[in-house]
Nanobody
Framework: QLQLVESGGGLVQPGGSLRLSCVGS????????IAWFRQAPGKEREGISG????????KYAESVEGRFTISRDSAENAVYLQMNSLKPEDTAIYYC????????????????WGQGTQVTVFA
């Protein structure tokens, strides 16, 4: 009923680009802050980016600052993560989540989660 649907993952060469999408199904994303997380095998879940419900404020983890860009499009009920200059260490399953602004900092505050999409960077 109420879901986040992720897409755009795949295999890419180092230095390449990929665009992930997070689309709301059954509810309007306008009311929620959106955060992106990733998890690689053997590592803890890492918060990498977030955007407020208004879209006015964004944040990035130091590991992706300057390479990734988060944006939202109300008309499409979607949030995007543009990933450039990809590195092998970016390989992970990427998840989007919706909730209050605290969702950026505390995953337990997030209300909805996507199913995850695999990103593999390999040469």
């Amino acid at each position: 009923q109420l879901q986040l649907v992720e897409s755009g993952g795949g295999l890419v060469q180092p230095g390449g680009s990929l665009r992930l999408s997070c689309v709301g199904s059954g509810f309007t994303l306008d009311y929620y802050a959106i955060a992106w997380f990733r998890q690689a095998p053997g590592k803890e879940r890492e918060g990498i980016s977030g955007i407020t419900a208004s879209g006015e404020l964004v944040k990035y983890a130091e590991s992706v600052e300057g390479r990734f860009t988060i944006s939202r499009d109300s008309a499409e009920n979607a949030v995007y993560l543009q990933m450039n200059s990809l590195k092998p260490e970016d390989t992970a399953i990427y998840y989007c989540a919706a909730g209050p602004d605290l969702c950026w900092y505390s995953p337990g505050e997030c209300t909805y989660w996507g199913q995850g999409t695999q990103v593999t960077v390999f040469a």
